[in-house]
């Protein structure tokens, strides 16, 4: 029983962590940091562009649009760690985005979101100590961060953005 109780704490300790000060880069490479969204809910992607997965920019487009006035963002981190499906630079990934997939929510620099060279904020996010420990599966796998900058949600890559699982999340989070 006792370590039943350590796990849960442990776990109610880790999903705690405020991940607004972890810094990184936009895809122009402007230094920010989920600082600058403080107040905000905000879904954590790892985007790829040669990805089966790819059409789901479309739902979180949708996402987007739906929640920004109530004060919600996507943030998509490309990524090139599954089956090289992001090869490009950050250029070519705006523009494939631009003309490909219209999307408004800002994109961060090319990211590794396991391995050697994880991110930080995917550390935090799913390291050991992590709000929720495990390798990213795939492109498209997803996180909910809340308006103080801890996690509070995750979804796998196959997950629809705009699944009923996903809204009820977001609209939870955004609850005054």
Known sequence: MKHLLFFAATLIGAHAADLSAIPFKTITGKDTSLADYKGKVVLVVNTASKCGLTPQYTALEALQKKYEAKGFTVIGFPCNDFGNQEPG???????????????????????????????????????????????????????????????????????????PEVTAAIDKALAP
């Open 89 to 163: 630079t950050n250029d070519e990934i705006q523009e494939f985005c631009k003309t490909k997939y219209p999307i408004s929510f800002p994109l961060m620099d090319k990211v590794h979101v396991r391995g050697k060279e994880q991110h930080p904020l995917y550390a935090a996010l799913t390291g050991k100590d992590g709000a929720f420990p495990g390798d990213v599966k795939w492109n498209f796998g997803k996180f909910l961060i809340g308006k103080d900058g801890k996690a509070i949600a995750r979804f796998e890559p196959k997950q629809a953005p705009d699944s």
